[in-house]
């Protein structure tokens, strides 16, 4: 966590509305961590140190920062209940956010989520008309994986550092190819050791020496001086002194079990969501914030369930899943925003059904 102080070089800044792309903020920022440092990372609830004024620790933090990411999705310039645009607000973080680096000549790249279009330069109040003049980079759902190596690379040159991810996926490369000589390595001793085990050399070898002895003994009588091997006399009476001949061992066949049903059935989104979840109402544009508020999912399909609470501003909706990294949200386009982050433990729920209700808990 971030306590104000100074940070290090190539700071990252994620500048994102919660009821507007937390979702994608989350995705994105676990795959800047993989390729940077968490701690070059700033998004403000994991980055703020507890008892921090939020004002003051993003003033600073931009101050720091190399670039800063702006994720923009459809309803960043969405109207506040009963107010205008939430951007021409003075006092709308996002809008400090974007302004203070604008100021500071700090590289901002637009971020635009799942279809959103660019905001009109017109439509943007004057400490924000320059970001109309930046150029975007989209992420998709659909096409998250190419997306984000596009961001990455993007990130890295402005910071320097071109051959992170090159480095890293030259790495990832090389390491492949090493899995499959060692692999084909382990096919060719494999195979060569049948062929000594079976060759016709050591077949012929055998089929030489005494049929009877071989049978009586287990094993070829052993060679002469005058030769090959000769059949021992009165094997057959001597047989008796060698004991009483034991059975070969016969193998069982290997049987394998059958995998169940259940085992085979691939998990489902809606399995990964459902579940009671507790927690708080943090904000109510018709009311304050509330504790101890129970959320319930249950699953309609495999990718859409109905969610119930006894808070009754949250009311009773049903939505469609989608998986963006290591998140489960709510489709694109759609009024509600649902965001379960799975790395956490318990998981962590951050819903929004109608955009005035904010609700935050964990899974029971």
């Known amino acids: 966590m971030w306590d104000g102080t100074s940070m290090s070089n190539g700071h990252i800044f994620i500048s ?23 701690e070059r990372i700033f998004m403000d609830v994991d980055a703020i140190e507890p008892g921090f004024p939020f004002d003051e620790a993003i003033e600073r933090a931009v101050g720091q920062c190399e670039i800063l990411l702006a994720m923009i999705g459809r309803r960043w310039m969405e109207q506040q209940a009963g107010a205008g645009l939430r951007i021409n607000d003075p006092k709308d973080f996002v809008r400090l956010e974007i302004a203070a680096a604008l100021s500071r000549n700090i590289r901002v790249i637009p971020v635009l989520l799942d279809g959103a279009s660019m905001p009109a330069e017109e439509a943007l109040p004057e400490p924000l008309r320059a970001l109309a003049r930046r150029n975007a980079l989209e992420v998709s759902n659909s096409r998250f994986k190419s997306d984000m190596e596009r961001l990455l690379e993007a990130v890295s040159k402005a910071l320097g550092e071109s051959n992170t991810s090159s480095g890293k996926q030259d790495l990832r490369t090389r390491k492949s190819m090493l899995y499959w000589l060692a ?51 009165g094997s057959s009476s001597s047989s008796s002194e060698l004991g009483p001949k034991l059975p070969a061992a016969r ?34 544009s018709k009311g304050s914030s509330r504790s101890d ?4 999912i249950a699953k309609v399909n495999k990718r859409k369930v109905r969610i ?15 998986r963006v990294g290591n998140t489960i949200q709510s489709v694109g386009g759609s009024t509600t925003l649902l965001l379960l982050e799975l790395e956490k433990n318990p998981p962590r729920l951050d819903y929004n059904p109608n955009g005035e209700v904010a609700y935050s808990g964990q899974r029971q």
Do not use: M
Not at 257 to 276: C, H, N, T, Y
């Open 251 to 284: 193998e069982q066949p290997l049987t394998q079990q059958p995998i169940s049903r259940e085992a085979r059935k691939p998990v489902e989104l809606a399995d990964l969501v459902a579940g009671i979840y507790y927690g708080d109402v943090i904000s109510d």
């Open 308 to 322: 119930t609470s006894d808070y009754e501003r949250l009311g009773t909706v049903e939505i469609d899943l989608t």
């Open 183 to 233: 692999g084909g390595l382990a096919v060719v001793v494999l195979f060569s050791s049948l062929l000594f085990d079976y060759s016709p050399t050591t077949n012929r070898s055998l089929s030489q020496s005494s049929p009877t002895l071989i049978a009586e003994t287990g094993e070829p009588p052993a060679p002469t001086a005058d030769g090959p091997s000769k059949p021992i006399p």
């Open 16 to 38: 994102y509305r919660r009821d507007d792309s937390a979702g994608y903020a989350r995705a994105i920022y676990d795959q800047l961590v993989q390729h940077f440092s968490r």
């Open 293 to 296: 508020v129970t959320v319930t």
